[in-house]
């Protein structure tokens, strides 16, 4: 399957970078990806009950925060930084990383999937990072920055790779544990896929719907007088007429 990772990366690559304006939009994905990443190790690094990990997901949450600010730098030297459309992404991001549910992503896994999640999404970062260098995709700068990322994340590899082989050692179901992240993260990715392709289908059928079926009303419609209007008075002996009925 490692190689139909790889082409689905290699084809989607091409289509991130090649077209104008996009490079800024994956930059900017990046950037918010890599400040969840921080905001979930940090709080790992809070509640792990090991000293050893805890000084590993310190630094590793400082990588990336780093790797934050240099993607979103990169969004600005390529030319898009509005404020505004940042804020909104941003309160998106709130809601989507960090804690979920009143738990954050340690707590929901516990150390040893949360070390299988680490695992699997840094990998996967090095790999994609990887093809971006080796087809010369980035721009030069950002291709110097992404080297120097990827020696980052591959430290974030190595290290919970060793604490997964140590888990196997201890007879721990390691490699079942990685197929899990892997399958949860496809799920994940078609999750986001189907929802953007919903908001995309409903955006067709609401434009056809307005055009179609309220649009033409408009023609014959009469726009209705603004201001305060006055009420016709009702008529004198109705009120007397319901009181004698009753
Ligand atoms: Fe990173
Ligand atoms: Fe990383």
């Known amino acids: 399957m490692g190689w139909l990772r790889r082409a ?5 690559s091409e289509v991130a970078w090649r077209i104008p304006g996009r490079p800024q939009r994956l930059l900017h994905a990046f950037s918010l990806a890599e400040r969840g990443s921080m905001v979930d190790v940090l709080f790992a ?15 590793h949450a400082l990588d990336e925060g ?4 240099v993607f979103a730098d990169r969004v600005r030297a390529l030319g898009r930084g509005d404020r505004a459309e940042a804020a909104v992404e941003d309160s998106g ?3 989507e990383a960090g804690i979920s ?6 707590e929901r896994l516990g150390e040893d999937d949360f070390l299988a999640f680490v695992y699997v999404a840094e990998a996967d970062a090095v790999e994609q990072f990887g093809v971006y260098l ?9 291709a110097l920055e992404l ?12 290290y919970s790779r060793a604490e997964l082989e140590r888990m196997r050692k201890d007879g721990k179901p390691v490699d079942r544990m990685v197929r899990n992240r892997r399958l949860r993260r496809l799920w994940e990715r078609y999750l986001r896929l189907t929802r953007d392709i919903g908001a995309r289908v409903s955006g067709v ?5 307005y055009f179609v079926a309220l649009g033409p009303f408009r023609l014959v419609a009469r726009l209705e007088r603004g201001g305060w209007h006055p009420v016709p008075p009702r008529a004198p002996d109705a009120l007397a007429a319901a009181r004698a009925e009753g």
């Open 205 to 209: 059928w609401l434009t056809l719907l």
């Open 101 to 106: 549910g009143g738990l954050t992503l340690f």
């Open 45 to 59: 690094a809070e509640a792990t009950p090991r000293r050893d990990l805890r000084r590993k997901y310190f630094l």
């Open 134 to 142: 080796d087809r010369g995709l980035a721009d030069p700068d950002t």
């Open 8 to 12: 689905w990366i290699t084809v989607a």
């Open 93 to 95: 991001q709130l809601v």
């Open 147 to 158: 080297r120097t990322i990827l020696k980052d994340e591959v430290f974030h590899v190595s």
């Open 66 to 69: 780093r790797h934050a600010r």
